[in-house]
């Protein structure tokens, strides 16, 4: 049957946050009669077929099959993950609103269950200035913690940021 080049995506198991790029060449001595992603017949442009798939959240596989004029068919496949949530602020201490001492750590918990938390993209600030939290991950969670005295009464605000690594932003 044809040969089947899977030009993009490039590998198995990427990560998207939106719609596919698919790329795929289909080549065969005696000329390649029909080609075909998901089931739906595609009309290649010069040999190559190219569009965006829009899937679902969560695992999918995209199928290819391409058939020659001797009608001989071949076929190829692809394995992508799409994560169309943003991450979330699962628990944070304090809660919006509490009086307490002026010794404080700050603890937030941060989830992305599809692609998962870059960790490179957490920020957090207090009282508008960017400060250091330590940051330990276990599993898909982040725990965010950072320690500050403050001024007995003083309301503080804490802002804290991150995305995934397909770029959703909490």
Do not use: C
């Amino acid at each position: 049957g044809p040969e089947i080049r899977i030009i993009s995506p490039a590998q198995d198991n990427l990560w998207f946050g939106g719609p596919v790029r698919i790329e795929v060449q289909a080549t065969d001595p005696s000329g390649v009669k029909q080609l075909t992603i998901n089931s739906s017949v595609v009309t290649p442009v010069s040999g190559t077929y190219s569009a965006n798939l829009t899937l679902t959240e969560g695992a999918h596989t995209i199928n290819i099959g391409a058939t020659d004029n001797a009608n001989n068919s071949s076929s190829a496949s692809r394995r992508v993950n799409i994560d169309l949530t943003p991450p979330v602020l699962v628990t944070h201490l304090p809660s919006d609103g509490d009086t307490v001492d002026k010794n404080v750590t700050i603890q937030a918990t941060l989830r992305d269950a599809g692609s998962g938390i870059a960790a490179d993209s957490i920020r957090m600030q207090v009282k508008g200035v960017g400060v250091t939290p330590q940051i330990q991950a276990s599993g898909q969670d982040y725990l965010v913690t950072y320690a500050q005295t403050f001024t007995a009464g003083e309301l503080v605000e804490v802002n804290i940021t991150a995305s995934d690594k397909v770029g959703k932003v909490l």
